[in-house]
């Protein structure tokens, strides 16, 4: 069959249509499929303080919270950066990469891992590219201390470890708990130490950190 001229010109505009709309599709982050754990994880990213909540009880120190969004085209959940840092401190006493993620069972897990060289990524929540040259292999899980979180009401969710599956030492503790809970406003974390016996021995004791959000990333 012989085309006319308009045709095959129809044709190729069709043609340059959907190889134009196959490439953009692919330069685009993955769309998330899985609603509740999108909005978890856009809650519990952005900037956070504890300043409120110091300045009520002064147990508990300003503590600033930074978590941005790294990896968006990996398809194994969502992975973020996150800095935790005393006011006034010089840097950040913990950094961490965690990753969200729905396991086997439909649990919306949260899993927390060291990375090499975090002191060369100090500040870089600001810039997440500069996460491209990490892997997920060059990562180390903290075994056993997979927070798991479940929406207890409409954009409330509630999580724990696991009753003394998260070893810790840190001032003679055998293990440690966190309990939390997340919200569009904020979110609180209780993370204690206790020894073999079940003895309290770090964290505070009067309840978690309250840490209200004061941007998103």
């Given at each position: 069959?012989?085309r006319?001229?308009?045709q ?7 043609t340059l ?5 196959i490439a953009?599709?692919a330069s685009?982050?993955?769309?998330p499929s ?5 909005r978890i994880?856009?809650?519990h990213?952005?900037?956070f303080?504890s300043?409120?909540?110091?300045a ?5 120190q ?5 978590a941005?969004r790294?990896?968006?085209q990996r398809?194994e959940?969502y992975w973020?950066?996150t800095?935790?840092q ?10 961490r ?8 069972d439909?649990v919306?897990r ?8 975090a ?5 870089d ?6 996460f491209?040259?990490?892997?997920p292999t060059m ?14 009401e409409?954009?409330?969710f509630?999580?724990?470890?696991i009753?003394?599956e998260c070893?810790?030492?840190w001032r003679g503790a055998?293990?440690m708990?966190?309990i939390?809970s997340?919200?569009?406003?904020g979110?609180?974390?209780?993370d204690?130490g206790?020894?073999a016996?079940g003895e309290?021995?770090?964290?505070p004791r009067?309840g978690?950190y ?7 990333l």
């Amino acid at each position: 069959m012989i085309r006319s001229p308009s045709q095959r010109q129809a044709g190729v505009g069709l043609t340059l249509f959907v190889t134009l709309l196959i490439a953009a599709c692919a330069s685009q982050p993955p769309q998330p499929s899985d609603p509740e754990l999108a909005r978890i994880v856009g809650y519990h990213t952005g900037l956070f303080t504890s300043a409120p909540q110091a300045a009520r009880d002064s147990n508990y120190q300003v503590v600033e919270f930074r978590a941005v969004r790294i990896w968006p085209q990996r398809d194994e959940g969502y992975w973020v950066y996150t800095e935790q840092q005393i006011e006034g401190q010089d840097s950040p006493y913990r950094q961490r990469i965690q990753r969200y993620f729905r396991d086997a069972d439909g649990v919306i897990r949260l899993r927390v891992y060291t990375f090499p060289q975090a002191a060369e990524h100090v500040g870089d929540w600001q810039f997440p590219a500069r996460f491209d040259g990490l892997e997920p292999t060059m990562l180390s899980a903290e075994a056993g201390c997979d927070n798991l979180y479940r929406q207890v009401e409409p954009g409330v969710f509630a999580g724990s470890t696991i009753d003394e599956e998260c070893r810790n030492t840190w001032r003679g503790a055998a293990y440690m708990r966190s309990i939390s809970s997340v919200t569009a406003t904020g979110f609180t974390n209780w993370d204690r130490g206790f020894t073999a016996a079940g003895e309290h021995v770090w964290g505070p004791r009067g309840g978690g950190y309250e840490f209200t959000k004061l941007a998103d990333l």
